[in-house]
Every structure is written in structure tokens, then in C-alpha cells.
């Protein structure tokens, strides 16, 4: 599974992708709007989006995308490891 994470801090950028790798998810994070956002989101096949941590221009960025590529989207209001955790754990299952 293809996730795209919207928003977050920049040093937990890593954290993010490890979590991702560990429920078996390949993982893009885009902390800051860059230039081509759209285009650099692909198609995921979910998009979350940290609410509290990301410009309203980037959600309708995202949400856009998602709209596009038919990507699920999960907004979350915290941007913790335990709120993306909890957030995989109930798309992708359990750890294994």
C-alpha cells in the first residue's frame, strides 16, 4: 500500500517512513508546500493529512489529488507517532 502523509513536523520525517515500513507501507511525506505538490503526490492510495500542522493550501492541494487518483483520505488532528500508528493500524492491520 502507497501512503502520502500531508503535514507533520519536519523532524519527524523519518519517524513517519520507519512507522510506514513497519506496517508494510511505502511512504512519501511532504512536511512544506513545495512547488508541483500535485504532481509530486502521485497516486497513493491513501493520503493523511496532519490538520493542525498544514495550510489550508495544501489540503485542498491534497484533496484535489485524492479526488484524481480516487486515494482515501484520513485527516488528523495530531501529528504523533502514536496517531499515525493508530491510523495504519486500522487500514493495514497489525504489525507483522
Do not use: W
Request: with cysteine; proline share 1%.
Amino acid at each position: 500500500m502507497s501512503i502520502v502523509i500531508i503535514g507533520g513536523h519536519d523532524r519527524m520525517v523519518c519517524q513517519y517512513k520507519k512507522i510506514c515500513k513497519q506496517f508494510h507501507c511505502k511512504a512519501k511525506v511532504f512536511t512544506q508546500m513545495s512547488a508541483g505538490l500535485g504532481k509530486q503526490i502521485g497516486s497513493p492510495d491513501l493520503i493523511v493529512l496532519f490538520t493542525n500542522t498544514v495550510s489550508h493550501k495544501m489540503v485542498k492541494c491534497a484533496v484535489e489529488e485524492a479526488g484524481r487518483c480516487n486515494a482515501d483520505v484520513i485527516r488528523c488532528h495530531t501529528s504523533s507517532k502514536n496517531a499515525l500508528e493508530e491510523i495504519l493500524g486500522g487500514v493495514c492491520g497489525n504489525v507483522s
